[in-house]
């Protein structure tokens, strides 16, 4: 399984061509009006006014900026609510005697895979272990805003979390309250308080190392601070300790639904997986190329994609390589291994050379999953 938010804006459209009505209308009449979601709806209108809206923030070197967006695609976003909203749509999966309740049901299910192992991951929705309970949850995240979203049904217990900066960790926090509101199953002990394996030094230290995600830039730093080992992707902003639970696999001090696993048998060409309850990230261990010691100018040209039909200029601008094409000027790349460059946002471009050392091509790779899109050298 890999998790596409394009499938769940195909489904939007499915929506509208089935009901004959636009998502945000067949919404408010069968969910949102019915279950009393009076402040819940699809955007429709990016100028639109929202009455008591928070704005979303992320921190600089110089203080806090608002990022703007110019995207209506809806599906897998595009709805707007508050945390008291969310707890009555929570009700749904907490009370089965809700008139709703049949779509707690359709959303848990967990399909089964053609290797015949039960998915993690459901139907827009994990379903995960936490201290001898099971967990539902979902967290979100985008320019600037911070979500999580876990209750588990037969504690009729949950958590909503909202923050408008992304700075915040919104997931932690949710963990955190929920340590707060509950207590073990009986026989059970909460997963912070026992280590199912002690690394040793040399253990830890074979595992260090920066690791990338297949099909992407993504990195992971693998690090010993104190003895403990820790992570930071380049998206974080501080290292986050791991707990040990088999020779392999580590979890978050913090949040146990997140696991890396160091094991290569579970996927040919990766050495880590890191799982987010169902949502895996597969990364190879790799070995950055000193930026300093890299010619930009040897990748400087326009290149063009049958395929896409486009074509990308890359700039030089002193030492660093500037990616431009329609709507997405001057996006400023960053190296990663030996002839190899990535946006920061998930997206790849691996150069390539003739039999002179010329560089003739490049081949893009997104979000883990789309890969060999090539762009050649225009004369």
Known sequence: MLFSNTNFVLLALIVERVSGQKIQDFAQESLFKPLGMVNTFYISDLEQIIPNSARSHYPTKTGYKQPKSFNLCVGAGGVKSTVVDLAKWMEIFLDSTQDFSYISSFITTLDTLNNGRKMSCARGMFVSPYRGYTTLNHSGRGRGMRAQWICIPVLRLGVVVYANSASINAVDISYKILD????????????????????????????????????????????????????????????????????????????????????????????????????????????????????????????????LEVTYVIQKEGKQLLLSYPQHPRIVLKPRQKDEYGSGRRVKYTFNRDGQGRVQSFYVAAEGTVKHILFERME
């Open 180 to 307: 707060q509101l509950m207590e073990p199953k009986a026989g059970q002990v909460s997963p912070k308080s026992v280590t199912q394996y002690r690394h040793t030094k040399q253990e830890l230290s074979a595992l260090v190392g920066d690791y990338q995600e297949l099909n992407s830039d993504l990195l992971v730093h693998i690090l010993v601070e104190n003895d403990t080992l820790k992570t930071r992707s380049s998206f974080g902003r501080e290292n986050i300790a791991l707990v040990s639970k088999t020779k392999t696999s580590f979890y978050r001090q913090h949040n146990p639904n997140v696991s890396y696993i160091f094991d290569t048998s579970y996927a040919v060409g990766a050495d880590l997986l890191v799982d987010f309850g169902g949502a895996t990230f597969y990364l190879e261990k790799v070995n950055l190329v000193n930026a300093e010691r890299r010619s930009v100018a040897d990748f400087v040209g326009k290149y063009y994609s049958k395929e």
